[in-house]
Structure formats: C-alpha cells, structure tokens
Nanobody, 113 residues
C-alpha cells in the first residue's frame, strides 16, 4: 500500500490549505480513513477521520477549522484546514483509523508570517 500525501506548503497565519492523500494498492472504499499530524518533538496525533460511509469526526480543539472528505472514485482523502495558525505547523499524514498501513512521507505544513 502506498500513501501519497500532497498539498502542504508555507502559508501565512489565517490562510487555508487543502491536503490530498492518494491511496494505491488497497481497497480504499473499504478503509476508515484518517489524517494525523506530527510536529517536531511531539507525538503523532489524530486530526480527523472519516468512515467508509462518510461519517466524520474531528477533535473538539480542531473542529470548525479542520474538515475531512473523501472521493472513493479517486482513492483520495482530503483535509481542508482553514484559519491556520503557527500551532498547525507539522507534517501531515494519512492512514486508516487503526493505522493499518505503513506511513507515507506525509506533507509538510508550515505556518509563518
């Protein structure tokens, strides 16, 4: 299974990004997908998840700014992040809810003025 995350970059505080994760080599439609992030020196944390049928969950601390979606025809999961702040700086990864696959390289998000 390969996980190809993209869409990160350098953005100013208050900006937005849409991250994408293309999954190959697996039955994407049957996967309960999730996005995680890891900042330097910190543990990897869950930021959003979406079930096979589209049921979404975002932790309270991120709700309102983070939104997850999926396109099963494209084997792709998305993460929309709005009103970015410096605490969002991290490498963002996708995987299943129970981390069934090997981690990909992720995509770097840097929020800085």
């Amino acid at each position: 299974v390969q996980l190809q995350a993209s869409g990160g970059g350098l953005v100013q505080p208050g900006g937005s990004l849409r991250l994408s994760c293309v999954v190959s080599g697996a039955n994407f439609g049957s996967a309960y997908m999730a996005w995680y992030r890891q900042a330097p020196g910190n543990r990897r944390q869950l930021v959003a998840q979406i079930s096979q049928t589209g049921v979404r969950y975002v932790p309270n601390a991120l709700r309102g700014r983070f939104a997850i979606s999926r396109d099963n025809d494209k084997n792709t999961a998305y993460l929309q992040i709005d009103n970015l702040n410096t605490e969002d700086t991290a490498t963002y990864y996708c995987n299943t809810k129970n981390i069934a696959w090997s981690w990909g390289l992720g995509t770097q998000v840097t929020v800085s003025s």
